[in-house]
């Protein structure tokens, strides 16, 4: 039995696809199981529990063979990340009193940055979790390649598309969510020693000019990338109702040099537009 978080997203409902496809047994481990219905039609247990809720989040995991955790993205933490550090701590004590037999954490590329970004929240539960005394593998993909659909409407309508990913020249680490779910799946189904951390990317790393051109391509119109100026960054953020502005992408992009193992993937950018 395997149980898995985070099943409404892409990523989480992915490692569950995969899992049933395999022929394995499925926990869904979900806030309100009212949605979870589909998952139930396909055979899956449910098991209800918040990301804060020690006892409720223990009961789920006992007894499985692994278990995905997805902690839910906050794009707008407190000074000093409080939530991430409650969310750890009650992964923790969860993990630890439910044992596991192995447990995948869904992180990001750039978790190992000592600079202060949003992507600290990872950072934080990454050491956290990294105390236990079991089996652990630290995901970390790079940019979602489905992010670019935010971007279809600028493209389309304007052929311009504001860029925080900068400079514009610079290639970016980008990996589909299918193949993110699918890799987390295959680890959870593996054997390893200790904690590890994987690195996930697709084939090539990609800049944000080549996006514009793959944009250019598809809709047929000339498409640009302008990047967004670093100091209008908070004033953007506040103005769209953040109300601590943290540095969004920071040293995001920068891949671990030491310690980490790394997957690249089959699909590029192009590849990921729907029929």
Request: net charge positive; with cysteine.
């Amino acid at each position: 039995m395997f149980a898995i978080t985070g099943i409404t997203g892409n990523v989480g409902g992915n490692v569950a696809r995969n899992l049933l496809a395999a022929g394995r047994p499925v926990r869904v481990v979900m806030r309100d199981v009212r949605k979870g219905d589909g998952w139930a039609q396909r055979g899956c247990e449910l098991a209800t529990a918040d990301i804060l809720d020690v006892a409720a989040l223990a009961s789920a995991f006992e007894g499985t063979e692994g278990v995905f955790v997805l902690v839910p993205p906050n794009f707008d933490p407190a000074p000093s990340f409080p939530e991430a550090r409650a969310a750890a701590a009650t992964l923790k004590s969860a993990i630890d009193g439910a044992r596991p037999g192995r447990v995948v954490y869904l992180s990001t590329i750039g978790a190992q940055s000592g600079e202060p970004n949003l992507l600290t929240q990872h950072t934080i539960i990454e050491q956290v979790l990294g105390e236990l005394s079991m089996l652990i593998v630290f995901l970390r993909p790079g940019w979602f390649m489905e992010n670019s659909r935010w971007d279809v409407a600028a493209a389309r309508d304007n052929g311009v598309i504001a860029s925080f990913l900068q400079p514009l020249d610079k290639p970016v680490p980008m990996v589909a969510t299918a193949d993110v779910g699918r890799v987390a799946a295959e680890v959870l189904q593996g054997i390893w020693n200790g904690r590890r951390v994987v690195e996930l990317e697709g084939p090539r790393r990609v800049t944000p000019n080549e996006v514009s051109a793959t944009f250019a391509e598809l809709l047929g119109r000339p498409v640009r990338m302008d990047a967004v100026p670093r100091e209008t960054w908070e004033s953007q953020f506040r103005s769209q109702g953040m109300k601590n502005p943290t540095p969004v992408f920071g040293c995001w992009m920068a891949s671990t040099k030491a310690g980490s193992s790394s997957r690249r993937v089959k699909p590029a950018l192009e590849k990921e537009r729907s029929p």
